[in-house]
């Protein structure tokens, strides 16, 4: 009765690990892009995706008094130092009041601020 336990333990276990095997397999290969046999419909495939992104990330909102410096990056104009800067005001002089008052930031002007204004926010 013993043997009889560990064989259907044994038989357990592996259904399990295989299962989870294929879950896995199954979950990669729904992120996976496809295979093009014509190299034209691979970069038009390419190009389509890199602009879904694109498109992405500029209608992301960023609050400007949370935002780290990946997400201030993301801003049009606004580099790895300026929103370095943007952080070290924020931390000196507090939060932002209102959008405009980033124009306060030492390197980045009116122009920026406008440029990005349907996309900054100081609220959550």
Do not use: W
Request: aromatic share 8%.
């Amino acid at each position: 009765m013993n043997a009889h336990r560990k064989f259907s333990f044994t038989s357990l276990l592996t259904t399990t690990a295989l299962s989870f095997l294929l879950f896995v397999v199954a979950l990669s290969n729904a992120n996976a892009d496809p295979c093009f046999d014509d190299p034209k419909r691979a970069y038009e495939y390419l190009i389509k995706k890199e602009k879904a992104v694109t498109q992405a990330r500029e209608q992301k909102v960023v609050n400007i008094n949370r935002a780290n410096e990946g997400e201030l990056v993301s801003l049009d104009g606004i580099g790895s130092s300026k929103a370095q800067a943007i952080i070290l005001y924020r931390d000196m002089f507090g939060d932002f009041k209102t959008v405009d008052e980033l124009a306060k930031v030492k390197g980045i002007g009116v122009k920026t601020v406008e440029k990005n204004q349907r996309r900054l926010s100081v609220r959550d």
